[in-house]
């Protein structure tokens, strides 16, 4: 059974078949590992998780159809083969990669994408570099691995507000008839007009019964 390695995009809307197998697909498959160094113990390994799945290869796409290395014949030409590639990297979008008969079933991204306009020997045909890498999409639902999640208090969990201070209560004078502010007051009597302006006015010889005066302290 033929190995096939396609490339599509949007959701399988749109597809490229290479025409021609590369000799080998390069798979680096990580682990973000660290190793950290213990005084008295040594080389200590902390245990990460998996990283993104990286692919590469070479190969070309050809002018014409030649059944020895060709995997089948109606192929795009290689400019449409180039611009393809590159129209679908520039829509800054995943696309998938797959290889039948393997497990290689992925959402990339094209990190690099060079090729040669022409090589002695091969005219019309283009060889090139294809680099590659898992895109994991986010998902926003999910709660991080190690946080745990502090329950939020009810209001029943709530302790009451304790009120500490003591709030000092307003002195207070009612003018009566016949009062004036150097007879109740007395010396005392500009510092009660000045903290009570808005209610006796500009003239403090002037003030009224039932006004209602509050006493700086």
């Known amino acids: 059974m033929a ?9 399988g809307a749109e597809k490229l078949r290479l025409p021609v197998n590369p000799e080998t697909v390069n798979v680096n498959s990580p682990f973000e590992n660290a190793d950290v160094s213990i005084r ?37 030409t290689p400019s449409e083969c180039i611009s393809t590639i590159e129209r679908w990297r520039d829509e800054r979008k995943p696309l998938r990669f797959i290889v039948t008969g393997s497990h290689v ?25 294809l680099s590659l890498k898992e895109y994991r999409f986010l998902d926003t639902s999910a709660t991080p691995k190690n946080v745990t999640e502090k329950p939020k208090p009810s209001n029943k969990q709530r302790p009451p507000v304790v009120n500490k201070g003591t709030t000092k209560q307003e002195k207070t004078y009612t003018i009566k008839y016949g ?16 903290a009570n302006r808005k209610v006796i006015g500009n003239n403090p010889n002037i003030i009224k019964p039932g006004q209602k005066l509050v006493l700086p302290s």
């Open 3 to 11: 190995v096939e390695l396609w490339l599509s995009y949007n959701n």
């Open 40 to 76: 008295h113990f040594g080389e200590y390994t902390i245990i990460g998780e998996r990283g993104s799945v990286e692919f590469s290869f070479e190969s070309f796409f050809p002018s014409y159809y030649n059944p020895v290395y060709c995997e089948y014949s109606d192929f795009p």
């Open 179 to 194: 009062d004036t502010l150097s007879k109740v007051f007395g010396k005392d009597w500009r510092k009660v007009y000045e």
């Open 105 to 129: 079933n992925y959402a990339i991204t094209i990190r690099e994408f060079s090729y040669e306009v022409q090589r002695a020997g091969n005219p019309g045909d283009v060889f090139y570099s």
